[in-house]
């Protein structure tokens, strides 16, 4: 019993250095993302992608327009599937956005230059 208690003792204390160790690098491969620039563009993008997908619908909804309703949500119901390469799309549209927008930040630039 009490070489169980170690041995998970041991499996405990190496998984949690693994999700650490996962979680640092997870954390350097986010970080040049979440700058105000990036995240502004970022939106600017996904408004490009889908956010014209929820305007359809509040406004369908809002002012009875049925084909501008069945528009967005069929959309929507596409980009719910898990084969959308939505995100795939909406970064590279994000990162073109910051070096038209944002040409003298280059900290930004650099950082996202270095993980691609």
């Known amino acids: 019993m009490i070489l169980l208690t170690i041995l998970l003792n041991k499996a405990i204390r190496r998984n949690k250095d693994d999700i650490v160790e996962s979680a640092k690098l997870l954390w350097h491969k986010i970080k040049p993302y979440l700058t105000w620039h990036f995240l502004l ?3 600017i993008a996904w408004m490009i992608t889908n956010g014209w997908s929820y305007v359809f619908i509040i406004l369908g909804k809002a002012l009875s ?3 501008m309703l069945t528009i967005g949500a069929s959309y929507l119901a596409f980009l719910w599937l898990p084969i959308t390469p939505e995100k795939v799309v909406t970064i ?3 990162i073109w ?3 038209k927008l944002f040409p003298n930040d280059f900290e930004t630039i650099k950082k996202i230059k270095e993980l691609n």
Do not use: D, L, M
Request: aromatic fraction near 24%; charge should be positive; charged fraction near 15%.
């Open 41 to 43: 563009c970022f939106g």
């Open 65 to 67: 327009i049925k084909w």
């Open 92 to 94: 590279p549209i994000a």
């Open 97 to 99: 956005f910051v070096r």
